[in-house]
């Protein structure tokens, strides 16, 4: 079977509109002329085998309006978050503060900071997975007496409402930093939420004990959250922007 064609690929770079247009460009057996614009911001031309760099250029010129369409439009979306690793040195966050990461040798497990240390003691190597378990267990002991402590400062704003003190637990949530039930006042936030500065724990038991006067996220719901919190974007932005 004879082999397709296709020749090394070549960078060419167009002046239009002042601005410079770079793309890769590859001839193969093909009939028609294609176009790819990759969400790094690369741009792939195809072009059949046979025709000139000079015929592409023309129909790139013809097509860089839609091509700079689709540059602008990957080049405003938000560059995706890091993704957590748990190997020393890696850098974790508690309330806010990061630390990196020191796996230490001892005769029990323990999980304590030291200046600006996070240090995991164990008698024998742990793998990553330990690790990433070890933390999980170790935010959640934290995490109760710091809930509470976060209702102390965000419950007087419910003050008006004469509502019954909700009831807090921890639990482990894979998509939600929280989540409450109106009907028994319960509310349950994620041990994850000790990561973030205590403001963005705020924001997110404020956000459920919203729930508790309005049930869906109407714009009754964020009118109410805005009035009681009327900076809690900032906080909600600080909270999403760390690492998954």
Sequence with gaps: MPRLFSAAPRRETLLYKNQSLNYTLVFRSRRTIGFAVKPD????????????????????????DWILKHLETFASRPAPLPTRRFEPGSTHYYQGRPY?????????????????????????????AQTEALLHTWYARQAGAHFAESLERVWPRFAEFNLARPTLSVRH???????????????????ELM??????LDYVLLHECCHLLVGDHS??????????????????????????
Excluded at 44 to 59: D, F, K, L, R
Excluded at 100 to 127: F, K, N, Y
Excluded at 230 to 236: G, I
Aim: aromatic letters at 6%.
């Design 219 to 244: 714009k009754a719901f964020y009118d109410l959250q805005t009035r009681l919190m009327p900076d809690w974007v900032r906080w909600k932005d600080e909270l999403n922007a760390l690492p998954k």
């Design 100 to 128: 990196a990461l020191r796996l230490a040798e001892a005769r029990r497990l323990a999980v304590i900071i030291e200046a600006d240390e996070l240090v995991i003691s164990a008698p024998a190597p742990i793998s990553a």
């Design 195 to 200: 990561r973030a500065r205590p403001e963005c």
């Design 173 to 191: 949530m894979r998509t939600r930093w929280g989540s409450c039930t109106p009907r028994t006042a319960r509310i349950r936030l994620s041990p």
């Design 41 to 64: 911001g690369s741009v792939h031309i195809s072009a059949p085998a046979g025709t000139s760099p000079e015929w592409v250029a023309q129909q790139v010129l013809k097509k860089a």
